[in-house]
């Protein structure tokens, strides 16, 4: 598990509070000039979105982004998974690689808990208390 997020994640999170403080369909070109990027990257912050079924994506002249849910019902664990793939839970802390069961690091415990910790903090914590 990596401590480190790239920028998309933050995008969709943001993405996510714009089109719920709107609470309307937004327009593509209106989302991205919210959000500070472009018309070309927007996709690449809203399409996992929508394919998790929170946000609606119209096309056409008069179409946009929409939430479909509420920020309640989103964990920011939930978030992070869906822009960053899967949480590792057997990746070693020193080299990044599955950790071998017989030939642990000396951090593998305390890493473990510190990694457990974390993931339930993220997974209590909703996209409304962000």
Do not use: F
């Amino acid at each position: 598990m990596r401590l480190d997020l790239n920028r998309r994640t933050d995008l969709a999170l943001r993405a996510m509070q714009e089109l719920h403080a709107e609470s309307a369909r937004v327009g593509g070109p209106d989302l991205a000039d919210a959000l500070a990027t472009t018309r070309q990257y927007l996709p690449q912050i809203v399409n996992p979105l929508v394919k998790a079924r929170w946000v609606r994506s119209t096309p056409g002249p008069h179409g946009g982004y929409e939430l479909l849910v509420s920020l309640e019902e989103i964990s920011l664990l939930q978030l992070i998974e869906v822009m960053e793939g899967p949480t590792r839970n057997d990746t070693c802390v020193l080299n990044g690689e599955v950790c071998p069961g017989q030939e642990q690091c000396a951090l593998h415990g305390a890493w473990q808990h510190a990694r457990d910790v974390l993931l339930r903090e993220l997974d209590g914590m909703s996209l409304a208390e962000t």
